[in-house]
Nanobody
Framework: QVQLVESGGGWVQAGGSLRVSCAAS????????MGWFRQAPEKEREFVAV????????AYTGSVQGRFTISRDNAKNTVYLQMNSLKPEDTAVYYC????????????????WGQGTQVTVSS
């Protein structure tokens, strides 16, 4: 079992940067594949980025490729999403998620979810 708590969301102007963090409880965090998802108002939740347990392999949705970076610090039980060159369409609630499934994973593999953190990008 792992519990996830996101932080670091907020308001930023277009072109700016934010970093959201996800702190995980549990001693087995390092074996989890971790991901970030987001949900904009009146839209379905969508995949943003994923990182395997070692941090070596990552993947991104096309709309954030080159602007967002997912990383993790297993010693701190934390996964990060650095968001640069933010656009108004990045406005959403960002959710951290974890799974014990091995790479590659699909969205439906994620078993554990945080409560979400709001990111708002103004034009």
């Amino acid at each position: 079992q792992v519990q996830l708590v996101e932080s670091g969301g907020g308001w930023v102007q277009a072109g700016g940067s934010l970093r959201v963090s996800c702190a995980a409880s549990g001693r087995t965090f390092s074996i989890y594949t971790m991901g970030w998802f987001r949900q904009a108002p009146e839209k379905e939740r969508e995949f943003v980025a994923v990182i395997e347990w070692s941090g070596v392999r990552t993947a991104y949705t096309g709309s954030v490729q080159g602007r967002f970076t997912i990383s993790r610090d297993n010693a701190k039980n934390t996964v990060y999403l650095q968001m640069n060159s933010l656009k108004p369409e990045d406005t959403a609630v960002y959710y951290c998620a974890g799974t014990r499934a091995t790479w590659p994973v699909a969205a439906h593999n994620f078993d554990y979810w945080g409560q979400g953190t709001q990111v708002t990008v103004s034009s």
